[in-house]
Each structure stands twice: as structure tokens, then as C-alpha cells.
């Protein structure tokens, strides 16, 4: 069963929540518009992805910590983004 409230109430709004959630789906909105050849450049540049998979030319394009925090605005199918959101949205506030 899918949750759909909590027991526990917010005393205030949860605007990083509700802005966590707008950030996800318009990242999401911007993957799905993407050419698949571009999002594969997007998905080497951004995602936690093993060097080993990716193709000679991309290997040196994931540097640093900046995919481990840009990795969690990444969603892989309109079902993952929705579960995600959804779990967000009625567990975020507490």
C-alpha cells in the first residue's frame, strides 16, 4: 500500500520539501526534452557512473564530489520521480 498522509502534523510549511520536489521534476522535465545523444553527455557529467562503463572519450568528464550531490535530482522513469516525490512530499515535513 502506498502511504498517502502522516500521523504526525507540521507546524510550519516544509518550503525546502516543496522546493526539493519542484527541483526534481523540472530536472526530470529537462532530461526527458533532452536529444538521446546529449543526455547521454548530461547523465556522464552529472551521475555517479563507474568509469569503466563509459566510453573512452567521456572517462574524464566525472570529476570530483560535484555528482554526488547533482546524482540525487537524477530520476531514471516517470514511475521513479512520482514514488520519490510522493514519499518526499509525506514524510519531508517531518
Known amino acids: 500500500m502506498l502511504?498517502?498522509?502522516?500521523d504526525i502534523p507540521h507546524q510550519?510549511?516544509?518550503?525546502?520539501g516543496y522546493a526539493?520536489?519542484?527541483?526534481n521534476v523540472v530536472v526530470f522535465l529537462f532530461m526527458v526534452a533532452?536529444?538521446?545523444?546529449?543526455l547521454q553527455?548530461?547523465?556522464?557529467?552529472?551521475?555517479?557512473t563507474p568509469s569503466v562503463?563509459?566510453?573512452?572519450?567521456?572517462?574524464?568528464r566525472v570529476d570530483g564530489l560535484m555528482?554526488?550531490?547533482?546524482?540525487?535530482?537524477?530520476?531514471?522513469?516517470?514511475?521513479l520521480l512520482g514514488g520519490n516525490m510522493l514519499f518526499l512530499y509525506i514524510f519531508g515535513d517531518n
Open 3 to 6: 502511504p498517502l498522509r502522516d
Open 12 to 16: 510550519q510549511r516544509p518550503v525546502v
Open 20 to 23: 526539493l520536489i519542484a527541483i
Open 34 to 38: 533532452m536529444p538521446e545523444r546529449q
Open 41 to 48: 553527455g548530461f547523465l556522464a557529467s552529472f551521475a555517479v
Open 53 to 60: 562503463d563509459l566510453p573512452l572519450a567521456m572517462q574524464g
Open 67 to 79: 555528482p554526488f550531490f547533482t546524482n540525487m535530482f537524477l530520476h531514471g522513469g516517470w514511475l
